[in-house]
């Protein structure tokens, strides 16, 4: 019986590429153990967005080198964006590592493997393949209530800080047959909550079809929920994509809008292709129509040409659209970007980027608790995930994508259910249920 061990770093997509890649290795008769030791194979999937995230993940590739010590045979591999970036280069400087993989090689992966402990050098595969579709295989997900469903790979942006255009290639859409087939799948195995992922999923295309149609098919679907969408660009943001979500009572109101930077100038340097005042337009024309909507974004400070009055201009922002939550980044240069070709002049000091940050994420947390305690004390419906981390209590989700965490048993997981929100830590909810939805209904049949 052969072994592996899977860790995952960076997005949605790649937790939904370990599901793949979990899936693979599972059809060809690999089983999961619970620690790198026991493994005959490591997998680390990597994220390459920012330098830290690559330094982290490299540094724990080294620590898994230990595992050779006491099983020279274990092979590791290194995957996803981190992989594709640096190919080969990875192996000169990492000479244990065994294999270096991307997304396109995933299904090889078994093959891969074979010719991995064959021989004494790596394996690298890397190479775009512009006719894998990814349908087909197999997948093992880590959840029975909530499923990520892919639905775009690549990128056909080229915002000039951003590494994924070269990571992930030009964007490719799934058919919405493969896509509302694997749905049903899953409706059928108990899963009654769905992400639909893309880079810019909102840009999604195919024949006929986009993103709108293809969500209002999603949320049409019986059995089916709960529908999230991530993460949309704020240009391909219409008002039938609008529309739809008012419109379809499983799309949750909520929505991850990445708006970078508040500052005109900047968003022209970073090739957003909107405005300020055109993003908060749509802004408004999502509050108009889904009045609870939940919003969360992502900002970068410390671009290449951000003055002290751009990233007021950022500030600015976060204050008129009150976001939910915000994740904020300092600029990292990432090789081969048009950013790292702007003039020396631009470059922001270290000490000026981590200040702007500080400052950002004080008045991110700031709204976001104010946000928080506006909703203790109301009554609301949660999908119960899990168990959380720390055990005594269970992790559960509100529509508008809050973590609420309430006290009861395991077999809640999965449930519906109406809760009152108790408290906020500013990020997360405590949380009572009232009662859940099956209690509900056994007991208006009459069951005991
Ligand atoms: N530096 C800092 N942050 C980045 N992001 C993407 N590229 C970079 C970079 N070079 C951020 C963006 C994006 C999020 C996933 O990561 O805000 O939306």
């Given at each position: 019986?052969?072994?592996?061990?899977?860790?995952?770093?960076?997005?949605?997509?790649?937790?939904?590429?370990?599901?793949?890649?979990?899936?693979?290795?599972?059809?060809?008769?690999?089983?999961?153990?619970?620690?790198?030791?026991?493994?005959?194979?490591?997998?680390?999937?990597?994220?390459?967005?920012?330098?830290?995230?690559?330094?982290?993940?490299?540094?724990?590739?080294?620590?898994?080198?230990?595992?050779?010590?006491?099983?020279?045979?274990?092979?590791?591999?290194?995957?996803?964006?981190?992989?594709?970036?640096?190919?080969?280069?990875?192996?000169?400087?990492?000479?244990?590592?065994?294999?270096?993989?991307?997304?396109?090689?995933?299904?090889?992966?078994?093959?891969?493997?074979?010719?991995?402990?064959?021989r004494?050098?790596?394996?690298?595969?890397?190479?775009?393949?512009?006719?894998?579709?990814?349908?087909?295989l197999?997948?093992?997900?880590?959840?029975?209530?909530?499923?990520?469903?892919?639905?775009?790979?690549?990128?056909?942006?080229?915002?000039?800080?951003?590494?994924?255009?070269?990571?992930?290639?030009?964007?490719?859409?799934?058919?919405?047959?493969?896509?509302?087939?694997?749905?049903?799948?899953?409706?059928?195995?108990?899963?009654?909550?769905?992400?639909?992922?893309?880079?810019?999923?909102?840009?999604?295309?195919?024949?006929?079809?986009?993103?709108?149609?293809?969500?209002?098919?999603?949320?049409?679907?019986?059995?089916?929920?709960?529908?999230?969408f991530?993460?949309?660009?704020?240009?391909d943001?219409?008002e039938?994509?609008?529309?739809?979500?008012?419109?379809?009572?499983?799309?949750?109101?909520?929505?991850?809008?990445?708006?970078?930077?508040?500052?005109?100038?900047?968003?022209?340097?970073?090739?957003?292709?909107?405005?300020?005042?055109?993003?908060?337009?749509?802004?408004?024309?999502?509050?108009?129509?889904?009045?609870?909507?939940?919003?969360t974004?992502?900002?970068?400070?410390?671009?290449?040409?951000?003055?002290?009055?751009?990233?007021?201009?950022?500030?600015?922002?976060v204050?008129?659209?009150?976001?939910?939550?915000?994740?904020?980044?300092?600029?990292?240069?990432?090789?081969?970007?048009?950013?790292?070709?702007?003039?020396?002049?631009?470059?922001?000091?270290?000490?000026?980027?981590?200040?702007?940050?500080?400052?950002?994420?004080?008045?991110?947390?700031?709204?976001?608790?104010?946000?928080?305690?506006?909703?203790?004390?109301?009554?609301?419906e949660?999908?119960?995930?899990?168990?959380?981390?720390?055990?005594?209590?269970?992790?559960?989700?509100?529509?508008?994508?809050?973590?609420?965490?309430?006290?009861?048993?395991?077999?809640?997981?999965?449930?519906?259910?109406?809760?009152?929100?108790?408290?906020?830590?500013?990020?997360?909810f405590?949380?009572?249920?009232?009662?859940?939805?099956?209690?509900?209904?056994?007991?208006?049949?009459g069951?005991?």
């Amino acid at each position: 019986m052969r072994t592996y061990w899977v860790e995952t770093y960076g997005c949605q997509m790649n937790l939904s590429d370990t599901e793949l890649m979990e899936g693979v290795l599972a059809s060809s008769g690999y089983v999961s153990v619970s620690s790198p030791d026991e493994a005959d194979v490591i997998l680390v999937n990597t994220c390459a967005i920012r330098e830290n995230a690559e330094r982290r993940v490299l540094g724990r590739v080294a620590e898994l080198n230990r595992v050779k010590t006491s099983h020279p045979d274990t092979l590791i591999g290194v995957c996803g964006c981190m992989a594709q970036r640096l190919g080969s280069r990875l192996i000169q400087d990492a000479e244990y590592v065994d294999m270096v993989l991307g997304p396109d090689a995933y299904r090889s992966l078994p093959e891969i493997i074979e010719q991995a402990s064959a021989r004494d050098a790596g394996v690298v595969d890397v190479g775009f393949r512009p006719t894998e579709n990814y349908e087909g295989l197999e997948v093992r997900r880590q959840s029975g209530v909530s499923a990520w469903i892919p639905v775009q790979r690549g990128c056909n942006y080229r915002c000039t800080f951003c590494i994924v255009p070269h990571t992930r290639g030009d964007e490719k859409n799934r058919g919405p047959d493969d896509v509302l087939a694997e749905v049903r799948d899953l409706v059928e195995r108990g899963i009654t909550e769905f992400t639909l992922l893309g880079q810019t999923v909102n840009s999604y295309r195919y024949d006929d079809w986009d993103f709108p149609r293809l969500l209002r098919a999603v949320a049409g679907i019986d059995g089916v929920r709960r529908v999230r969408f991530t993460s949309p660009h704020p240009n391909d943001l219409t008002e039938r994509l609008a529309d739809a979500m008012a419109e379809e009572e499983a799309v949750c109101p909520q929505i991850h809008l990445p708006v970078q930077s508040g500052s005109d100038r900047v968003l022209k340097r970073m090739v957003r292709r909107y405005t300020r005042a055109e993003y908060l337009d749509k802004v408004r024309m999502l509050r108009e129509r889904i009045p609870d909507i939940a919003m969360t974004t992502d900002i970068i400070v410390g671009f290449p040409g951000e003055e002290d009055e751009d990233f007021e201009a950022t500030l600015d922002l976060v204050r008129s659209v009150r976001y939910d939550d915000a994740f904020t980044f300092k600029y990292s240069p990432r090789e081969g970007t048009p950013a790292t070709r702007m003039k020396e002049e631009w470059f922001v000091p270290d000490a000026v980027a981590q200040e702007r940050l500080e400052r950002l994420i004080r008045l991110v947390r700031e709204i976001a608790a104010e946000r928080n305690m506006d909703e203790v004390g109301r009554t609301t419906e949660v999908l119960v995930e899990k168990r959380a981390k720390r055990g005594e209590l269970l992790q559960a989700r509100t529509e508008t994508n809050k973590v609420a965490l309430i006290p009861g048993p395991d077999d809640w997981i999965g449930r519906y259910m109406d809760v009152v929100l108790t408290g906020t830590t500013g990020a997360t909810f405590t949380a009572f249920p009232i009662e859940s939805r099956q209690e509900r209904t056994s007991r208006v049949a009459g069951a005991p």
